[in-house]
């Protein structure tokens, strides 16, 4: 595809359970990047990917996110036992090189609601 | 530590009068510095860079070292330039909270 994408769109869960969102990058970007972006919060960084490099995994908020990027390619963002602060837009950016060197391309994000 | 600072988060202005988005940074290198801009139902995009030095939109972006800010000004605003704008550093992409801005007609 042209662009970054992500699914599901929209994700309703109850809470507790566990959900997966995906980023599939530019293909060719070797830079990943996941964001949560929040009324009032601004965008919180998540984790970072660059090519075969261990992730940059400070900005997780608890043990129960985690993220895998499989290949260098697609990315799944997996958050356990979902809390109501977890209700958040998730996004993800990836770039042709790494951390901040080149533009960051945004996919339209994955907006997940906890009930 | 590196931090960008967006002290407004929200800034209302009326069409054809002058917006200035205030970035400022905390950063011990040559910073780097981008603007990012999502309007309404649009995805996050990159409106400018500061080692461009390009002006996008009539919007330009002067890095300054000595007040370590990187501030986002147009002299005349328009309505669509109504979303929310985010300021970046180079070598860390953690984004300052943002500011929304509404330009009133």
């Known amino acids: 595809g042209a662009g970054v994408s992500q699914s599901p769109s929209n994700k309703v869960t109850e809470k507790g359970k566990d959900v997966e969102l995906r980023c599939d990058p530019i293909?060719?970007?070797?830079?990943l990047y996941w964001y949560r972006q929040s009324l009032g919060q601004g965008l919180e960084f998540l984790i970072y990917?660059?090519?075969?490099?261990?992730?940059?995994k400070s900005g997780l908020p608890s043990d129960r996110f985690s993220a895998e990027r499989t290949g260098g390619s697609v990315s799944t963002l997996t958050i356990q036992r979902t809390q109501q602060e977890d209700s958040a837009v998730y996004l993800c950016?990836?770039?042709?090189?790494?951390?901040?060197?080149?533009?960051?391309?945004f996919g339209q994000g994955t907006r997940l609601t906890v009930v | 530590a590196q931090r960008v600072t967006q002290p407004e988060k929200l800034l209302s202005v009326f069409k054809g009068a002058p917006v200035e988005l205030k970035c400022n940074y905390s950063?011990?290198?040559?910073?780097?510095l981008f603007w990012y801009v999502q309007y309404s139902r649009q995805r996050l995009q990159l409106l400018l860079r500061?080692?461009s030095r390009e002006s996008i939109k009539g919007f330009t972006a002067d890095l300054n070292k000595g007040e370590t800010s990187f501030h986002l000004k147009k002299p005349f605003a328009q309505e669509e330039d109504s979303a929310m704008y985010y300021c970046?550093?180079?070598?860390?992409?953690?984004f300052g909270a943002g500011t929304r801005l509404t330009v009133k007609p």
């Open positions: 500061h080692i």
């Open positions: 970046a550093l180079m070598g860390d992409m953690r």
């Open positions: 950016a990836s770039s042709l090189s790494g951390w901040g060197n080149t533009e960051a391309f």
């Open positions: 293909s060719g970007h070797t830079a």
């Open positions: 990917f660059q090519g075969n490099s261990a992730p940059d």
């Open positions: 950063y011990s290198g040559s910073p780097e």
